[in-house]
């Protein structure tokens, strides 16, 4: 089975000498035919470079990227034709209506996707006859998302695509995802908002300094992010008896009481708690969120910092 988007050591560098950026750093990536992927990290973890290499507006510095099994840049306009691209800032102006801007890019693509222009505008609920120039950000990304979506393509790339839209809308557009999915289309989703990731696709990447950092099902994921563990005892306890145990991490000891964060089986942290009175305890599973928020709080490099905004 061919993946639609393959990458391997994609490297992306900006500038030159001692002012040359990484944006970029060996990404990883494989996303099969019909997937729904999760591509997640912060402004500035390389997330929009990925995509515009992905859609050949910039070129590698290293490594390789394919597209439906070639290259971007080999594939051109005829595999530019099978994808929906929301980018993630939109620049559109003019006195065009919203509706006039629609059909313009429906005769661009070959009349494909005429027919849903109203449907797709009823339930964004996007008034097609108010000019181009005259919407709010919100509105503007509803003609973004109706135009990635209009020609029904076989392959969807959007980029923090829930951007100035209300939650009542957000929960359509991601129906609209899971009914592009259910025609046969795959799907990656750029986004800093992990609810959304979360609940719509099967498997998610979180990007740091560009390079993939944590890569699963949700499931897993979650597993990853571990368990909160308090204990309460009847006497005091020292941390050393619970300092090196497999799978437990940020031990704090209080006088009574120990809370750790648990990765894995819990049997060696029991055993050692045995040894002591135990009068209560807890374990509470950490979210998706919390394991995103992990990686993040690591120190942050200068090459980040660096391409801050990217």
Known sequence: MVAIIRTEGLVKEYGRGSR???????????????????????????????????????????????VFGTSPRDGGPRHRARIGYLPGELAMTGQATAGEFLRHLVHLRGGAGAERIADLADRLSLDLDRPIRGLSKGNKQKVGVIQAFLHRPELLILDEPTSGLDPLLQHEFLAM???????????????????????????????????????????????????????????????????????????????????????????????????????RWSAEDRELEDLFLDHYRMPVTEEEVADDGR
């Open 20 to 66: 040359r950026v990484r944006a970029l750093d060996g990404l990883d990536l494989e996303i099969a035919p019909g997937e729904v992927f999760g591509f997640l990290g912060p402004n500035g973890a390389g997330k929009s470079t990925t995509i515009r290499v992905l859609l050949d507006q910039l070129r590698p510095t290293a490594g390789r990227a394919e």
């Open 177 to 279: 995802v899971r009914e592009a999915q259910a025609d046969g289309a795959t799907v990656f989703m750029s986004s800093h908002v992990l609810s959304e990731v979360e609940v719509i696709a099967e498997r998610v990447a979180i990007v740091r300094a560009g390079l993939i950092v944590d890569l699963d099902d949700v499931a897993t994921l979650r597993h990853h992010a571990g368990q909160r563990v308090e204990l309460h005892f009847a006497d005091p306890v020292e941390a050393a008896a619970f300092d090196h145990l497999p799978g437990i991490s940020d031990v704090e000891v209080g006088d009574h009481h120990l809370t750790c964060l648990l990765r894995g089986e819990p049997d060696p942290l029991l055993k050692v708690a045995a040894r002591f009175h135990v009068t």
